[in-house]
Structure formats: C-alpha cells, structure tokens
C-alpha cells in the first residue's frame, strides 16, 4: 500500500508571501502587551490621531511649567525684561533659590505639609473606604438617597464651606492646630464614589466565601476586599495626597502661627522689599510643586490602572 504525503507549503515562502502582501497584526499576549486589541494595526489612523493629538495637548500642558522652571533659573533683571526670552542674555543663575531657602523656613514648612498630608491622605482613605464599602455591599434603609445626598455634594463649592468651618474649628478650640488643617479636609465625596465603583466590581461568591468560613463583615472587607483594591487605593491616595499638599486657602486662614504654616502658605510670605520679584515666585512654585512631581512619576502607573479598573478609563 503506498501512502501519498501531501506537500506542505514553504512556510519562509508563505511568511514573505504574507509580509509582502499585507502587514502582521499582533496576536494575543503581544498586542495585550502593546495596548491594542487582537488583530488591531499598530499604525491604524485613528491611533495615529490620537497620538498626535496626546502629545499636542501634553506640549501645551508643559508649557508653562518649563517657562517657570527657566524663569526661576533668571536674574530678576531679566526675568522682568521685555520682549521676553526663553534664554536670558546674562545667562542663568540660582539667586532666586538661593534667596528663598535663606530667607523662608523651607525644611519646618515641608515638615508641616508632609504631617498633614500624611494624615489627611490616612484619614480620608479610611472613612471614604468604610463608606463606599457599607453603599457599595450593605443593604440599609436610606441607601439610596444617602448615596445620590454624597454625590450632591461633591457640587458644592469649597470656598462656601469655609466659614462655618472656621467657627466649627473656633468652637472646638482647634484653631492654630494640625487638627484645624487635617479635619476639614477628610472629607472627599468624589472619593466615596470612585470607591464605591470599585468595590461593586469585586466578586460577591469571594466574601460569600469568607464568611462560610466564618469571617465577620470587617474581617471580609480587610482581608479580602481591601487586598483586591490595592490599584483604586493608591490611586485615591494619590490624589487625596496632592490635594492636601497643594491646599493653601485653608491652612492659611486656620493658621497664624508661623511654626504650622503649610509649604504653599510659607512660601507666599517670602517677599521682596523692591516689589513682585517674578524669578523668586517661580523658584518658590518649582519649590512647592517639586515633591508632587517626584511621587507622580514614581506612582503614576499605580493612578492609571486604579482609574482604568473603575470604568473611567473606557476599559
């Protein structure tokens, strides 16, 4: 009996064939690893688009970050001189740092602003986590409207809370106090929201599962759901963090005391006798905006997959 064996294509002549007619798509992990979906072009049009459009818009949002950045690298001369240049013609030089750091308290202002950043960014976690939690899982009389009254209030514009904040403080006796910086701003409606949206996503037969196994309904939220939301957390940690450290309408109202001034309000007292010194403003912005930037860059992974797992990010 004689077997025929079909010939099998060449399969070099068949990868030319197919790279000659038409591009390769990326497949499965590779195009999971590339962000596009599976048999999607690498340089489709409407992805080309939105590049180019990306970096148009990430330009202009650098723009005047790098104009305060040079500026504060400028003589005060040539800082004021007009028509304004990106490059002074005496060159760059440090005297406006130099003339914050000597003449303002720059390590006990960046203390003051890590301890209340710290600890409103603990705080708020902590409540808006229990919150969105008890709305997102617990079935109560109320919800509902306890919940659509949380988003309601995140319309309500801070500036209109701050006197009766500043009597409430008064009447506690809180005043000059890092308590008077930290607890008015715990509160984060927003945050309950995005929390709230993360947790409805966990799976149920998870904490169904725990509590066959006995677990109460804290010990289900701590050691079950809590570990499942490390992205959301960081990423509402994060924002909360910037917030509280960016603050400076607040601190500078509840505080008079030069020993709990806030980086943002301490640097706002470095002034010039000879008027508004435009070098010495921007060091003072690069100064403040500085520790921010360094906890961007090394968290910003963390803020777009905790963002993207809530339905914001179109995922």
């Given at each position: ?25 990326p ?8 962000g ?24 202009f ?13 400028k003589?005060?001369?040539?800082a004021?001189?007009?028509?304004v ?8 030089t ?7 750091l ?9 203390w ?6 710290v ?10 986590s ?18 659509w009254?949380?988003?309601a ?8 809370l ?13 005043v ?7 607890l ?6 927003a ?12 799976p149920?037969?998870l ?6 196994d006995?677990a109460?309904?804290l010990?289900?939220?701590w050691?079950v759901?809590?570990?499942l939301?490390r992205?959301?957390?960081?990423a509402?940690?994060?924002i ?20 709990l ?7 706002q007292t470095?002034?010039s006798a000879?008027?508004l ?5 921007m060091s003072s ?12 860059l ?17 995922q």
């Open positions: 009996m004689t077997t025929t064996v079909a010939p099998q294509p060449n399969a070099g002549a068949a990868g030319a064939a197919v790279a000659g007619g038409r591009r390769r798509r497949q499965g992990r590779f195009a999971h690893a590339a596009l979906r599976v048999g999607e072009h690498f340089a489709s049009p409407g992805r080309i688009l939105a590049i180019v459009t990306l970096v148009v818009l990430a330009v949002w650098l723009l005047p970050f790098l104009w305060a950045v040079f500026t504060s690298f003589s005060e001369t040539a004021a001189a007009t028509p240049s990106w490059f002074p013609s005496d060159g760059f440090t005297d406006a740092y130099a003339s914050v000597r003449e303002g308290n720059i390590p006990l202002w960046t003051n602003s890590l301890v209340t950043a600890a409103i960014t603990v705080i708020t976690l902590t409540v808006s229990l919150a969105a939690y008890a709305l997102a899982r617990i079935d109560f009389r109320g919800r509902r409207w306890l919940f009254l949380i988003i209030s995140i319309i309500v514009p801070p500036p209109v701050i006197v009766p904040l500043f009597y409430e403080m008064l009447t506690l006796n809180l000059d106090t890092y308590w008077a910086i930290i008015p701003q715990v509160v984060h409606p945050m309950v929201f995005v929390l709230k949206k993360f947790f409805e996503q966990v149920v037969e904490e169904d599962a725990a509590r066959i006995g109460g309904r010990r289900v939220f050691s759901v809590l570990p939301s992205p959301i957390l960081a509402v940690s994060i909360v963090f910037i917030g509280a450290w960016n603050n400076f309408l607040w601190p500078f109202i509840i505080t008079s005391d030069a020993s001034m806030t980086l943002p309000v301490g640097l470095v002034k000879y008027g010194q435009y070098a010495q403003t912005a690069v100064l403040a905006a500085l520790p921010l930037i360094v906890v961007f090394f968290f910003q992974r963390q803020i777009i997959k905790g963002f993207s797992t809530t339905g914001f990010g179109g």
